[in-house]
């Protein structure tokens, strides 16, 4: 049995500089109230919970949750790297389409130090190890880990395809004017194509530092539920999911010798394709959409994964301006994560809250007149790509 599952609330808090925000136990349990709230249910009502999080200790959702109420329903912990809030999102989505809840909660929260991401257990082998023994040959020693894979990924595409560094740099600059609508987002100062280019080299030729994500302080929440509960209890069914999928790396990641593959490329196109199909409808037929564009680099791989323009057209697509207002698509209208930020486990759930309220319309200077299709796109290394697919009736 299966069953239509809505999105009947979500919440989000201001995203906040490492060491400027309430502890994570505070930050999840705002979001979580203001999702609930948002859907106009109690906490009671809840009957499974999934919590996302990388930087944190076991059970960290339980000690969210606890603050809001203490039912003994099952609260599952997520860790799915920088996938990890879409994969709360789509464990919840799976317990209500199969039947075994009918009301569900998937939250995320990260209360991140500054600097670049680095290992935590240095005594045992790292997950990430293959995917950086890969890159080994091509990249400077003194590039940063998560730097090194997307770094080495843009650098693949600017050799097979001729794209410019200017390239990247322009999509930087559309995220900081989209940012610059959003309340919610950490950074909202506009920059230029040149002020990207000028900044801090991390890579000579391939990345300065505005190209990369700032770590970030955050939590979002959703509420998901099957339509017949939804009706039944009065809450808002004009938002839901048309299809989603969770997919991990294939053979090709570490034998093909394309270094895309590295960050997510071939598990993004897989998931994407296997979300087309089962909403019975294409890339073509989406409005608007939110991707993980952790670097500038990998917001424009994700344009081809995802099938919003050809192999090797991204260039082109960003030129004609199909990547904002006014053109093909409107891609991070939240800002992304360049400029929103990112808080890891919160992320997934924030591209979420961010998707629902252009459905409904409810955007503010954001909003994407006439949104009916949306997609949201969230990878982790190592790895895990989520796609999702929301519909308005």
């Known amino acids: 049995m299966t069953q239509k599952v809505v999105v009947a609330g979500v919440g989000m808090i201001p995203f906040k500089k490492p060491g400027q925000s309430a502890p994570y136990t505070v930050m999840g349990g705002q979001a979580v109230r203001l999702a609930l709230a948002d859907a106009g249910v109690g906490y009671e009502s809840i009957q499974q919970a999934y919590a996302s999080y990388v930087f944190g200790d076991s059970t960290a959702g339980q000690r969210v949750l606890y603050d809001v109420g203490m039912t003994g329903i099952p609260i599952?912990?997520?860790?799915?790297?920088?996938a990890s809030g879409s994969t709360a999102l789509f464990l919840a989505?799976?317990?209500?389409?199969?039947?075994?809840?009918?009301?569900?909660?998937?939250?995320?929260?990260?209360?991140?130090?500054?600097?670049?991401?680095?290992?935590?257990?240095t005594d045992r082998p790292a997950p990430l190890e293959l995917f950086?023994?890969?890159?080994?040959?091509?990249?400077?020693?003194?590039?940063?880990?998560?730097?090194?894979?997307?770094?080495a990924a843009g650098q693949d595409h600017m050799n097979r395809f001729g794209t410019p560094l200017e390239t990247f740099a322009k999509i930087r600059a559309k995220a900081s004017r989209h940012a610059a609508n959003n309340p919610l987002a950490v950074f909202r100062k506009v920059v230029t194509v040149?002020?990207?280019?000028?900044?801090?080299?991390?890579?000579?030729?391939?990345?300065?530092?505005?190209?990369?994500?700032?770590?970030?302080?955050?939590?979002?929440?959703?509420?998901?539920?099957?339509e017949a509960y939804a009706k039944k209890h009065g809450l808002d069914t004009s938002v839901w999911i048309a299809g989603q999928a969770l997919t991990t790396d294939g053979a090709e990641t570490f034998h093909s010798g394309d270094m895309r593959h590295l960050a997510g490329f071939g598990m993004s196109r897989a998931a994407a394709s296997k979300v087309y199909e089962m909403a019975g409808i294409g890339a073509e037929d989406v409005d608007v959409v939110e991707l993980h564009d952790c670097f500038a680099q990998n917001e424009l791989l994700t344009y081809e994964a995802l099938g919003l323009c050809p192999e090797g057209g991204a260039e082109k697509f960003v030129d004609d301006g199909d990547n904002t207002y006014g053109g093909r698509y409107v891609v991070n209208?939240?800002?992304?994560?360049?400029?929103?930020?990112?808080?890891?486990?919160?992320?997934?759930?924030?591209?979420?809250?961010?998707?629902?309220?252009?459905?409904?319309?409810?955007?503010?200077?954001?909003?994407?007149?006439?949104?009916?299709?949306?997609?949201?796109?969230?990878?982790?290394?190592?790895?895990?790509?989520?796609?999702?697919?929301?519909?308005?009736?």
Not at 77 to 82: F, I, M, T, Y
């Open 76 to 82: 599952i912990n997520v860790h799915n790297n920088c």
């Open 93 to 121: 989505n799976q317990a209500v389409t199969s039947g075994m809840a009918d009301i569900a909660l998937a939250f995320g929260f990260e209360q991140m130090n500054p600097g670049a991401l680095g290992a935590i257990f």
């Open 132 to 151: 950086q023994q890969q890159c080994a040959d091509v990249v400077p020693d003194e590039v940063p880990p998560a730097l090194r894979l997307f770094g």
């Open 194 to 226: 040149e002020e990207v280019l000028a900044d801090l080299v991390m890579w000579p030729g391939v990345m300065t530092r505005m190209m990369a994500c700032p770590p970030t302080c955050g939590a979002a929440a959703a509420v998901l539920c099957s």
């Open 333 to 393: 209208p939240s800002g992304g994560l360049l400029s929103k930020g990112h808080p890891i486990g919160a992320t997934g759930l924030a591209q979420c809250t961010e998707l629902v309220q252009q459905l409904r319309g409810r955007a503010e200077q954001r909003q994407v007149e006439g949104t009916r299709v949306a997609l949201q796109h969230n990878v982790g290394i190592g790895g895990a790509a989520v796609v999702t697919m929301y519909r308005k009736d």
